[in-house]
């Protein structure tokens, strides 16, 4: 079974933090993303990466950044917290472009930042 | 690019009733389209995808949605409905050439007894 974990289920944190979010993958994968899920507005793709240091901005990337050292791990930087970016975030991976598979999902972090 | 809206924000169903799920999207290309379900407290879980040939798709758990390319909608059906489909349905489409999905808004469906 393909597993995607995030690293924390539940996180607080203060305006002005950084905040690291972690995901892991073991089905050697090259594409991994970033979402953020908000009531009412679906899934809205933050960040994605198509291979180890290559990363593209999805549609609100602002004050988010990403980091993949590592094909299994892709990282999701909240450089300053602030209250708007209360949510739950959710991590994604499939297999190439073009190869219609589905994306497989992390359990989701919830984030309060207060 | 691509859009997705899911025409109903909240389902409200006795259990075993029938249940229709809407979803309209737009696209200048050819897609790939997909029902996730997302139950209390996880993450999204596919539930069926049509990427071509028979425009009618089903689910092991009862669910099927049809492909219309005329009116550019994937309805997401289920004859009878249980209290364990009660969960969050989105609907997403994807470019054939594409590794982005784009989702709709969602349909929180919630079965009642």
């Known amino acids: 079974d393909v597993k995607v974990t995030q690293s924390s289920r539940y996180l607080v944190k203060r305006t002005g933090e950084k905040v690291f979010l972690e995901c892991v993958q073991d089905?050697?994968?090259?594409?991994m993303f970033w979402y953020r899920q908000d009531p009412g507005l679906g899934l809205r793709l933050i960040y994605f990466s198509y291979d180890v240091k290559m990363k593209e901005k999805g549609d609100i990337p602002e004050g988010y950044s990403v980091s993949r050292e590592k094909k299994e791990r892709f990282s999701l930087i909240l450089e300053s917290a602030s209250t708007n970016q209360t949510s739950m975030y959710l991590c994604a991976s499939n297999a190439p472009a073009g190869i219609a598979n589905e994306q497989f999902f992390g359990p989701g972090t919830r984030l309060t930042v207060l | 690019a691509q859009s997705v809206t899911q025409l109903d924000s909240q389902v409200p169903v006795f259990e075993e009733a029938p249940v229709e799920l809407r979803c309209n999207y737009s696209?200048?290309?050819?897609?790939?389209l997909f029902w996730y379900v997302q139950y209390p407290n996880q993450g999204l879980q596919l539930l069926l995808k049509y990427l071509s040939g028979s425009t009618l798709v089903e689910s092991i758990n009862g669910f099927e949605a049809e492909f219309n390319k005329s009116q550019t909608s994937f309805h997401l059906r289920k004859p009878s409905v249980h209290i364990s489909d009660t969960a969050e349905y989105f609907c997403a489409v994807k470019e054939t050439s594409g590794s982005r999905l784009t989702f709709g808004e969602g349909t929180q469906l919630t079965v009642n007894p």
């Open positions: 696209s200048s290309v050819s897609v790939y």
């Open positions: 089905m050697d994968h090259e594409n």
